[in-house]
């Protein structure tokens, strides 16, 4: 469920953006401070009801507070819609890999260029379609025979896959220049509110703490299992997945691209480290080269990969693009099953349920296949709107009583058992890092005409499109929590 490609693809260019080592600080802080608490609370949350967000939430403080779970829900689907369209691309560039398409691209123009001139066609919508389609199918085979068999061959092949690219990445000539720039802290990005912000939002949308992901597969886990255990594995394998990434690409990068740079064997050392780290930053004059943020996976890796065709040929494109594709829909069966646990609670048969979450994937994926703008809105959007959920699955705890919750819901069979300090944590920590850098966001961005519902990404279209979410749910929500609350529970644990 955590590792995707928030790690390989996502991970990596928010450390390059934000300025290297200094990032580590916040993010290493938020991991403990923020993503692990919130899968304890979801572990407790879905052991406990043995129902997804709306019916787990609604079960536990109420049925008038079922939208706070329907939000959590909502952000999670909304992400499925356009991150289906990144796992599309993953699939076009395997198939483009293997095929040898992508072995004309030699250098970040080329790289630009077969990027637009794939996201400006039709293809998009097509490698939508099968990624949606794939995600659906492993989850219509069931939880067992589907998505654990499913993983079970996915991460291994994954990690291994990892480990040969760091092996290959570190042993490049000047890839040691990579790792200056990944573990040398720039303090003064610490006072920059952007820092944090992106901090928390790579670390919720990593971990994928906040979605409803481990909510929903908590429901089919034995009283016995240690959920503390699991939330520390989970988040600091994610973490460990995202530093491989990392030591991946920038160092790669750092190798490889200032000799494709104007006069690039003409610059000094430094002049070089200064225009790589430009490059990488998507900075003037390259910005150009970041369509949608996703520069440094889909229109330099391959010119990167294909400088080192001489001893390995394409296979090692392959294999990164492998990874990147098992990474993406090893993720999306977890939101394709959140969305289908839903409409599960509320009554309708499994089958049916994932037939009408995959329909729905797809064609509110469309906007976000065919428009880089729009793509663009929703990462910043409902990326930032896992710190409001976040936020609910703690009222949620707060509201049952969160010592309660600790007892009943966590501590439960064999194993850790969690102290008094988690309700101060869950009490108290979590709503203050929320006010704070939400509080931090809007001073910062004051008369930066913040108010916008319409632009790209600022506190305005957030404000709109949460707000919008929250009344709708607020509306539907006697009818929703009844059926999630109440519906009988058909095809669920007896099923699976």
């Known amino acids: 469920m955590a590792v995707g490609t928030g790690n390989i693809w996502r991970f990596p260019r928010i450390i390059a953006k934000v300025g290297g080592g200094a990032f580590i600080i916040p993010w290493l802080l938020f991991l403990f401070l923020w993503s692990i608490p919130l899968l304890l609370l979801e572990f407790g949350l879905g052991r406990g009801t043995r129902k997804g967000c709306i019916g787990a939430v609604g079960t536990l403080i109420g049925e008038k507070f079922a939208w706070l779970g329907g939000f959590v829900a909502l952000c999670s689907t909304a992400i499925m819609f356009y991150y289906s369209v990144v796992t599309g691309w993953c699939l076009k560039y395997l198939f483009a890999s293997i095929s040898g398409a992508l072995g004309e691209v030699t250098s970040a123009d080329q790289g630009l260029n077969y990027f637009v001139q794939f996201s400006s066609s039709w293809e998009p919508l097509l490698f939508h379609m099968l990624a949606i389609g794939i995600g659906a199918l492993i989850v219509w085979r069931g939880v067992a025979g589907g998505i654990e068999r499913a993983n079970k061959i996915i991460i291994p092949s994954l990690l291994i896959i990892l480990l040969i690219s760091l092996w290959r990445a570190l042993t490049l000539p000047g890839a040691e220049r990579g790792l200056e720039f990944l573990f040398t802290p720039h303090w003064e990005t610490l006072l920059d509110y952007r820092t944090w912000l992106e901090a928390l939002t790579q670390s919720a949308w990593s971990v994928g703490a906040g979605w409803g992901l481990l909510l929903t597969y908590a429901v089919y886990m034995k009283k016995r299992e240690d959920v503390t255990v699991n939330s520390l594995v989970i988040g600091m394998g994610d973490y460990s997945a995202s530093l491989l990434a990392a030591l991946i690409i920038i160092p790669t990068a750092f190798a490889l691209i200032p000799a494709a740079l104007p006069g ?231 099923e699976e």
């Open 264 to 494: 690039g064997v003409d610059m000094t050392a430094v002049q070089q480290y200064e225009e790589t780290i430009r490059v990488i930053q998507a900075a003037p004059p390259y910005e150009h080269y970041n369509p949608a943020s996703t520069g440094l996976t889909f229109v330099f890796i391959p010119a990167l990969l294909n400088s080192i065709q001489a001893e390995f040929g394409i296979v090692f494109m392959v294999i990164f693009f492998l990874a990147l594709t098992m990474a993406a829909v090893s993720s999306l069966i977890a939101m394709v099953e959140l969305a289908t646990r839903i409409l599960m609670d509320a009554g309708m048969p499994r089958k049916r349920a994932i037939l009408i979450v995959g329909s729905a994937g797809f064609l509110f994926g469309i906007p976000s296949a065919l428009n880089m703008g729009f793509f663009e809105n929703q990462d910043w959007v409902w990326g930032v709107g896992l710190i409001v959920s976040g936020l609910f699955l703690s009222i949620t705890a707060i509201k049952y009583g969160v010592d309660r919750f600790r007892r009943e819901l966590i501590n439960v069979g064999p194993g850790i058992k969690l102290g008094r300090w988690f309700n101060l944590l869950i009490a108290v920590v979590l709503p203050l890092e929320f006010l704070a850098l939400i509080a931090w966001w809007f001073y910062q961005t004051a008369g930066e005409d913040w108010w916008n519902p319409f632009a790209v990404a600022n506190p305005g279209t957030c404000l709109f499109q949460w707000g919008v979410a929250i009344i709708f749910l607020i509306i539907v929500n006697r009818p929703l929590a009844r059926r999630s609350v109440r519906g009988e529970m058909l095809s669920g644990i007896e």
